[in-house]
């Protein structure tokens, strides 16, 4: 049967495609805006054996940055270029050799490595409250807030631990007492499986006490209360940043890393880490195209990127990865600038300002 509309349908109707086109506009608007954040500086670390294999980074409270590379970590002055070495490269439990990750609330360092290696450090006390080698996890990324610690990881010796990809637990605790907070199953459990770090994602204590993390398997960033229970996501239609593929950096192109970028990473945006700004959770995410690597923060809302901010730097070819941290409108980050496939990386720090932000014409 066919009805008829009435005059008041078809304004109604007329209305709300005027409204959708309003949101189409303003969306494409959006996504073409472009800004960008140029470095206060980028700086070479010295000396460079002292600052070799730099992984991640982490702010203090008294504006020093917390750095961790092969020989432990080191607490380093952005403003005077000073550093001084906190937790020890030696073997555990003494200290962290070829430090991964790290995260501080600013009374306790957490930090891992490759080798199955963690430690608890209090940094008023100078003193390892717990360090330990056991296999029990692939730590993907830690964060700390009092006793707390998040774990981003798959379980490797733990049982009963299904595919959980997100732990709760107390600082250097036995991990069999920490409680799994999130389950991944098929196609996404496939991922984690196959994931190593720098690929498997971040995890970030907000400001408010609740938990963020991203993750290669799932679109979007997902939140918790401090207890674990799930609150809405953001950026939930952010599939771009889902690596289907990465079973195949393992299986294919294990010892191969010009053949793994070449083929698979460099096809498509990668999320390195996950900070918090003073404008809001942000997803570092590494770009390439022509043979050069750059690096954008996606600010999310609950489906997209409301904002996207290039870090700029200069025009000299860089690759591997990038971790930051915020500290309010300061974001600092680190990478490996490539010399020559025989060579050492060299790496750098940058510094940015969000205050300083410029924006294009196209931005409204």
Known sequence: MVRSFGDAALTVIARTAAALIAALVVSAATAECVERATPLFIRELSPADGFAYTNDVAWLPNGHLLIGARDGVTEYSPSGGTSERVISGGAVPAGLPMVQGLDTDGATVVAFNMDYGDIAFDLAGKRVLRARRHPAFQIFDLAVRGRTVVVLGRPLLLKNAGYGVLWIGEAGAPWESFRVVRTVDG???????????PYGGGVQFASDGTIAIITPAEAGVLRYKADGTPLAA??????????RRLPEVVKRYGADLTGRYQEILNHQPLADD???TSDGLAIVVRQWADGEAWWELWFPDANAARRRVRLAS???PIGGHMRCDGFGRMVACLFDRFVAADKPSRPHLAMYDLAAVKRDASCR
């Open 314 to 316: 200069d025009r000299r």
């Open 274 to 276: 996950l900070i918090e």
């Open 187 to 197: 196609a996404a459990a496939d991922l984690v499986r196959k994931t190593l770090p």
């Open 234 to 243: 953001l950026g939930r239609h952010l599939d771009e940043l889902v690596v």
